[in-house]
């Protein structure tokens, strides 16, 4: 499907993130802001996303955002509003959220950035979804979205630190919908450093989720906060 | 286990490549007899692999790989007399290559560059393995062997033009051996502009082997020789 939001200029685009308190969430919808997006922050509680909401305002504008705005809202509610959504939400509640939610997404682009992980004795590993990956399953739950993969390698503490001018990484995005894949690449290229780079159908989405598991041994290794390059490209 | 080649300096090791025929092969062999590696270049016949040997040790010196060396021979000599072995095969042969070898490669760091995939309407994808990916498969085939994941995700059309001086791509390593890693990011860093990036435990071979298929997407779209830097580190 192609859906409305694919064919306008992404700046005009109101931008809702489900799962807006977590820390990716949390830090997409800062730097969206921060670059001037107008940006609905998700939560299933309405009130902390208010309050969240209210608060990432005040940073993005600070960091000299002047003509972003950030609201908050119930997720289901942002997930009506917002013209493109951006989910992140935490894995065990990814088809609790999206179940409700296909008709308030019908016909809108929606990027999923959820990595399925769990913690064992050896550290965070990638857990089997029936669909094949948390995208897929999206695109299960949401069969008149147009749904994409994206925003999982991205270096989450980085995207907190305004103090950092730029994010030093791309964004990988994998899709089946060409016109919704350059959407979410040309959101991507909103954040300042940041590239979107197209990575191919929607079934690597799930080679985008491991690597956020493979990102995780790298900076627990070395300290860091390591996003990815592509080269040559 | 640790092997006893995981305590040289990597300058000193005797490099065997299995499936030095195929791309990736071919050139890790190139770019390490031109960086002054020795080299042991193998194949499943052992007079297709000397005339490769004698090819690629041409190329090597006219690009002033003077120390370096490169002999050719069958897969089962050059597993037992190598110090270290990188293992290039097609998948369809890995198991099969891999089966006789254990004896040979006892003791032996053994680097695992192989990427399951499979093709249909979509391009590549990766396929099923039983063990978990092709690296933990060769480390259920070599117990004696310390086995690591690297060099899937290197740009192989960069890797054999020599014209480039530098190939500017890191090389993921995941391993469960903590010195066998340690040497073959030590190898990685012999290629002129790649660097050897730890990247997790062994299980998380699955997903290098994974980024080589996006990686594949990628080239495709742009019409790239595509590789990863890591950022931050």
Redesign the interface.
């Known amino acids: 499907m192609t859906s409305a939001a694919a064919d306008r200029p992404v700046d005009d685009l109101l931008v809702g993130v489900l799962g807006g308190a977590g820390p990716l969430g949390r830090g997409l919808a800062l730097r969206l802001a921060a670059a001037g997006q107008r940006v609905l922050l998700g939560d299933a509680d309405a009130e902390r996303a208010r309050a969240l909401a209210a608060e990432v305002a005040g940073l993005a504008s600070a960091a000299g955002g002047g003509e972003g705005s950030v609201q908050g809202g119930a997720d289901a509610d942002v997930a009506g509003a917002a013209d493109l959504v951006v989910v992140a939400v935490p894995f065990a509640e990814h088809a609790g959220t999206l179940g409700g939610l296909a008709e308030a997404l019908a016909g809108k682009v929606v990027v999923d950035a959820v990595v399925p992980v769990g913690t064992d004795d ?2 965070t ?2 857990v089997d979804v029936e669909e094949g990956s948390a995208a897929q399953q999206a695109a299960a739950l949401l069969p008149d979205s147009a749904v994409v993969g994206a925003f999982h390698t991205v ?1 989450v503490a ?1 995207l907190a630190d305004l103090a950092r001018p730029t994010v ?2 791309d964004v ?1 995005v ?1 899709g089946d919908d060409a016109a919704a894949a350059a959407t979410a690449q040309a959101l991507a290229g909103r954040l300042p450093g940041m590239r979107g ?5 929607l ?2 989405a ?3 989720e ?2 956020a ?6 900076d ?3 300290g ?10």
Chains 1, 2 share one sequence.
């Open positions: 050896l550290g590993y990638l270096p980085a030093d990484a990988l994998a780079v197209y990575a191919g159908p079934r690597n799930r080679h985008l491991a690597m598991v493979v990102l995780g041994s790298v627990e290794r070395y860091a906060a390591a996003g990815l390059r592509v080269t040559d490209v």
